[in-house]
């Protein structure tokens, strides 16, 4: 059975960082791409940032680009999400998916999605 968990979210004052984790379990994840996405209160949910698992550079949307960065430890199929310079405007429930072969930003092309971990930014 795959399961994507994130874990990581919580209350931070504007300014502050915060470090989501992803675990993947379940299968082989050695040709599949995880992308963050994240939706607020209110509003669709839109992507974040995407990296296929072994090759190419990370794809972040403009809002978090030099803010936020995407990372992975293949040895634990954990993929992180550095956010630094945290906003109001990043508060939101962020999920990890995964997907085969390349990164999208298109939400329909993942297959697996974890439960969400809430980020609130607010002082």
């Known amino acids: 059975q795959v399961q994507l968990v994130e874990s990581g979210g919580g209350l931070v004052q504007p300014g502050g960082s915060l470090r989501l984790s992803c675990v993947l379990s379940?299968?082989?994840?050695?040709?599949?791409?995880v992308g963050w996405f994240r939706q607020a209160p209110g509003k669709e949910r839109e992507f974040v940032g995407g990296?296929?698992?072994?090759?190419?550079?990370?794809d972040y949307t403009n809002s978090v680009k030099g803010r936020f960065t995407i990372s992975r430890d293949n040895a634990k199929n954990t993929v992180y999400l550095q956010m630094n310079s945290l906003q109001p405007e990043d508060t939101a429930i962020y999920y990890c998916?995964?997907?085969?072969?390349?990164?999208?930003?298109?939400?329909?092309?993942?297959?697996?999605w974890g439960q969400g971990t809430q980020v609130t930014v607010s002082s």
């Open positions: 998916a995964a997907k085969p072969f390349g990164s999208s930003r298109a939400q329909r092309e993942y297959d697996y």
């Open positions: 379940g299968r082989t994840f050695s040709n599949y791409a």
């Open positions: 990296q296929t698992w072994r090759f190419g550079s990370p």
